[in-house]
């Protein structure tokens, strides 16, 4: 029986064309392939944060997100896995991948499973997937699968060889395997969950009473 799953993908590079938006896409055509050999549709959505820079600006000044940046917000709040990729700034994420998981309700990503990538300039930095990436995902208490996708500027010069899919007689690359290993870690933990029950934003809040009782 045909399942179906929703995949947010979150992508925080700045340049157009942007080589973090290339890894994103490449991670996110595995995962649809992969899905659907596993028989699973997939809803995919992807979020491209340069895009709300300035609304996220507003919402952390105001509190308030605009209706694009909400829909955003959304997409990844609701999916039933994500994929989140950005470029390392400086040995860490960029400011603006952190400010868009600031405004993210704490709880929202709790049970979710994660996959992870970065693009960087040095292939020296890619451990700050380790020791900046993960570490604010485990806070959020989502699932982070164990292998993180790296590309670092060199990684894509040897991927001009052939288009990395491993099925044009190219042979794959590291960068390609690094794709289908964390992909698979990934689709198999989304696929073997039941899809997740977003919060009903229109649900009864706590009772006035109740809250009350509890301080
Ligand atoms: C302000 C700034 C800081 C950067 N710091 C690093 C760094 O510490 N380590 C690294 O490997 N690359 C660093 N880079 C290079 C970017 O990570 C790299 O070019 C990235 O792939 C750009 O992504 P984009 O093309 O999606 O915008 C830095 C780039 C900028 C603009």
Redesign the pocket.
């Known amino acids: 029986m045909t399942t179906s799953r929703r995949i947010a993908v979150v992508s925080a ?3 157009q064309p ?4 290339l890894l994103a896409d490449r991670l996110a055509d595995t995962a649809g392939r992969q899905f659907a050999a596993r028989d699973v549709d997939v809803d995919l959505r992807v979020v491209e944060l340069r895009e709300h820079a300035h609304d996220l600006t507003n919402h952390l000044l105001s509190g308030f997100p605009s209706a694009s940046l909400e829909q955003a917000i959304g997409a990844v709040t609701t999916a039933d896995g994500l994929i989140a990729v950005s ?5 860490s994420y960029s400011g603006l991948f952190k400010t868009f998981f600031d405004v993210v309700e704490a709880d929202a990503l709790d049970g979710m499973p994660v996959l992870l990538g970065a ?4 292939e ?2 890619s451990l700050a997937l380790e020791h900046a990436m993960r570490p604010l995902f485990t806070y959020l208490h989502a699932i982070v699968v164990p292998t993180a996708v790296y590309a ?2 060199s990684d894509w010069g040897a991927e001009n060889a052939g288009d990395g899919d491993g099925g044009d007689g190219a042979v794959p690359t590291g960068l390609t395997r690094r794709i289908e290993r964390g992909v698979r870690e990934f689709t198999e933990l989304v696929s073997d969950r039941e899809p997740r029950q977003a919060a009903d934003p229109f649900a009864v809040p706590t009772p006035f009473e109740q809250l009350l009782a509890e301080n």
């Open positions: 590079g700045l340049r942007s080589s973090t938006r470029p390392i700034f400086t040995a693009t960087g300039g040095t020296r930095h670092a500027t």
